[in-house]
T-cell receptor, first 114, second 109 residues
Framework: DAGVIQSPRHEVTEMGQEVTLRCKPI?????LFWYRQTMMRGLELLIY????????DSGMPEDRFSAKMPNASFSTLKIQPSEPRDSAVYFC????????????FGPGTRLTVL | GEDVEQSLFLSVREGDSSVINCTYT??????LYWYKQEPGAGLQLLTY?????DMKQDQRLTVLLNKKDKHLSLRIADTQTGDSAIYFC?????????FGQGTELSVKP
């Protein structure tokens, strides 16, 4: 089975540009999570969806960040405009129906904002 | 509040046992988890334990849970250089995983 797929794996952009990160969860999983990992703050949950509906976005840092899940097999995390402090590794994870806690992670997108 | 604490570094010799410790705060957590992260990779689910269990063994891995002290540990027997990675413990709270800072395990030949 394919695991969680994320693209791109690496993204380098300039401050002020729009960045879109993509995620394809494991087929059949109905929870999807977006995390951000930095040295200073560790692993932070940004937002999660259940059946394509956002459930908790309290971790989204500010209005520059938005996330969508138009269908069960695709989600995006957008940053507009991007800032250097957004540089981090962004992970997407998905989990089984009814077993929300057991999450499977994608390989991550390493974002560098210059 | 929600908090998971781990020591940041552990260094062992190849063939020794490694014990990584974790403390958590929420006694209502249903499951507690151990994840492994190798350099440049995502987090890989290693094992988990249900909160009503004291111990779970899975090949070289042994998880011990002391619910009274809110203490979780991961023991890796016969540690190999391929076990070098960052290990995260996590507790589940209301559908979310709260992760510790991660323990970097260094295995010396």
């Amino acid at each position: 089975d394919a695991g969680v797929i994320q693209s791109p794996r690496h993204e380098v952009t300039e401050m002020g540009q729009e960045v879109t990160l993509r995620c394809k969860p494991i087929s059949g999983h109905d929870y999807l999570f977006w995390y951000r990992q930095t040295m200073m703050r560790g692993l932070e949950l940004l937002i999660y969806f259940n059946n394509n509906v956002p459930i908790d976005d309290s971790g989204m840092p500010e209005d520059r960040f938005s996330a969508k899940m138009p269908n069960a097999s695709f989600s995006t995390l957008k940053i507009q405009p991007s800032e250097p402090r957004d540089s981090a590794v962004y992970f997407c994870a998905s989990s089984f129906p009814g077993v929300v806690d057991t999450q499977y992670f994608g390989p991550g997108t390493r974002l560098t904002v210059l | 509040g929600e908090d998971v604490e781990q020591s940041l570094f552990l260094s062992v010799r190849e063939g020794d046992s490694s014990v990584i410790n974790c403390t958590y705060t929420d006694s209502s957590s249903t499951y507690l988890y151990w994840y492994k992260q190798e350099p440049g990779a995502g987090l890989q689910l290693l094992t988990y334990i249900f909160s009503n269990m004291d111990m779970k063994q899975d090949q070289r891995l042994t998880v011990l849970l002391n619910k009274k002290d809110k203490h979780l540990s991961l023991r890796i027997a016969d540690t190999q250089t391929g076990d070098s990675a960052i290990y995260f413990c996590a507790e589940s709270i209301r559908g979310k995983l709260i992760f510790g800072q991660g323990t970097e395990l260094s295995v010396k030949p």
